[in-house]
């Protein structure tokens, strides 16, 4: 491991220390030099950051997996994507976080440009096997969220990462704030997706998690928090997020989350 993402792990090093690590190291990871691809505009880049921590039990990952499928294909979804932008055409990536160094891109980027591209993207997300485990990592997640939007071949108006999770717990990985500080000096937005779902993985809710995610998480223009309550209403709410990610809206005053 380079020294750089030594010192992006270490939470005692300074502050400006720990952001130029954390932006050393994912030049480190990126594409090798002269290897870089042509961009392929898109209205938006999108990072789906879903949790897949150790209090995520199989019901909630699939839970998870089929809204975020049959969000996709969702008929006022698709109005987004066609008019929410110049271009017409997204390009997305889903990813299971979990560890900090279990992050699994489980469908890589891909563009989503109507129906037919929307469906492909439910059947990859539906069809892979769950590969990430482990305990909370959210500064970790953010990090590889930025480091796939920096090295994609994807050149998007807006760049969104958009990280679900039922707790806010950071025992492993880089401090919250400093991920959100590298992603945020990206230009990138971050939005929140909070699960209290009791009847998903059987945790009690914890505090206010909506509340923790606005001040700690989220950030950039527009940025949003919604909530997912419930079983019936998780679907409901990945479709909602995505609609106002996709158009570039901002939630309603009157709506909850």
Not at 150 to 166: A, M
Not at 212 to 229: K, N, Q, S, W, Y
Request: hydrophobic share 50%; glycine share 10%.
């Amino acid at each position: 491991m380079p020294d750089t993402l030594r010192a992006a792990q270490d939470p005692a090093a300074p502050r400006a220390m720990l952001l130029a690590a954390l932006v050393a190291a994912l030049i480190w990871n990126g594409p090798a030099a002269g290897q870089e691809p042509v961009a392929d505009e898109v209205d938006l880049e999108l990072v789906l950051l879903a949790d897949a921590s150790g209090s995520i039990d199989m019901t909630e990952a699939a839970l998870q997996r089929q809204g975020y499928a049959d969000a996709m294909v969702h008929p006022e979804v698709l109005w987004a994507i066609a008019n929410g932008g110049a271009l017409g055409r997204i390009a997305v990536t889903f990813v299971e976080w979990a560890g900090a160094s279990s992050q699994d891109v489980v469908v890589d980027w891909m563009v989503v440009d109507g129906e037919a591209a929307a469906r492909d993207f439910g059947a990859r997300l539906m069809a892979a096997p769950r590969r990430a485990y482990g305990s909370n990592a959210l500064g970790s997640a953010l990090l590889e969220g930025l480091r796939l939007i920096e090295t994609n071949r994807y050149e998007g108006w807006r760049k969104v990462i958009d990280l679900s999770g039922d707790s806010a717990w950071n025992p492993q990985g880089p401090p919250l704030a400093l991920a959100r500080d590298a992603v945020l000096g990206a230009g990138i937005v971050v939005n929140g997706l909070a699960i209290l779902c009791d009847d998903c993985s059987g945790r009690p809710r914890f505090g206010n998690l909506e509340q923790i995610f606005r001040d700690e998480l989220i950030g950039g223009p527009g940025a949003f928090v919604v909530t997912a309550d419930g079983r019936d209403a998780f679907a409901a709410a990945v479709r909602r997020k995505l609609i106002l990610e996709i158009a570039a809206a901002e939630p309603s005053e009157k709506e909850p989350g």
